[in-house]
């Protein structure tokens, strides 16, 4: 069974389309985000949802919209895709009152490729 | 703001030593440093943390050591293997209740032959 699954694997778009991404998480999981890896590898957060609220939001362009419907999916709308958003975006979960033992549990990323 | 610097690209050992790599941070404190391993194509996969008031932690051939007055972590496998390969993410949280983990930029450990 996968702990954290985001579909699609890999996303090749044209510019100015609007794309999303789902995850998914079947740990009982409360808390629940989106990184970003650029081509350097950097990970970088984008967002963070704690039981469907919004609690982390870096800097990341309105573009990005993030949706929870409940605390077991967090969906990543993107609108006006552009060529700097190519990228592999990881959805990850933790349980806030255990992730000091656990860490954060990561899905295996989707390739976000725009043209 | 914090920053978190894995201060080598790569490392290449020869099977069966000791890999060492280094994690080290700016500026305030944090409350507990992580270690993630990734593997080409998947996402991080969390192997140990440890808290600041911890000096080290092991898990099997995995060590991990924590030097708030250098602001470093280091981060042991001994008895290295192929398989260990992969690039090694060191990761800060400050405290609990919905805080963020920031990555540094990982360091790419080759096990050879």
């Known amino acids: 069974d996968t702990a954290v699954s985001q579909t699609p694997k890999y996303l090749v778009t044209q510019m100015g389309n609007d794309k999303s991404i789902k995850c998914e998480q079947n740990l009982g999981h409360d808390t629940m985000y989106w990184y970003k890896q650029d081509s350097k590898k950097f990970l970088k957060i984008m967002f963070s949802y704690n039981n469907k609220e919004l609690i982390i939001n870096e800097t990341v362009p309105n573009r990005f919209s993030p949706k929870s419907p409940d605390k077991a999916h967090l969906n990543l709308h993107i609108n006006s895709l552009e060529l700097g958003d190519s990228a592999v975006y990881f959805c990850?979960?933790?349980?806030?009152?255990?992730?000091?033992?656990?860490?954060?549990?990561f899905g295996s990323g989707t390739r976000l490729t725009v043209v | 703001s914090q920053k978190i610097e894995q201060n080598s690209e790569a490392l290449n050992i020869q099977e069966g030593k000791t890999a060492t790599l280094t994690c080290n941070y700016t500026?305030?404190?944090?409350?507990?440093l992580q270690w993630y391993r990734q593997d080409p194509g998947r996402g991080p996969v969390f192997l140990l943390l440890?808290?600041?008031?911890?000096k080290e932690k092991r898990k099997e051939r995995l060590k991990v050591t924590f030097d708030t007055t250098l602001k470093q972590s280091l981060f042991h496998i001994t008895a290295s293997q192929p398989a260990d390969s992969a690039t090694y993410l060191c990761a800060h949280s400050t405290t609990g209740g919905g805080n963020k983990l920031t990555f540094g930029t990982g360091t790419q450990l080759k096990v050879e032959l």
């Open positions: 990850a979960s933790s349980q806030e009152s255990r992730k000091l033992e656990n860490g954060y549990t």
């Open positions: 500026n305030y404190s944090p409350a507990y």
């Open positions: 440890i808290r600041e008031n911890e």
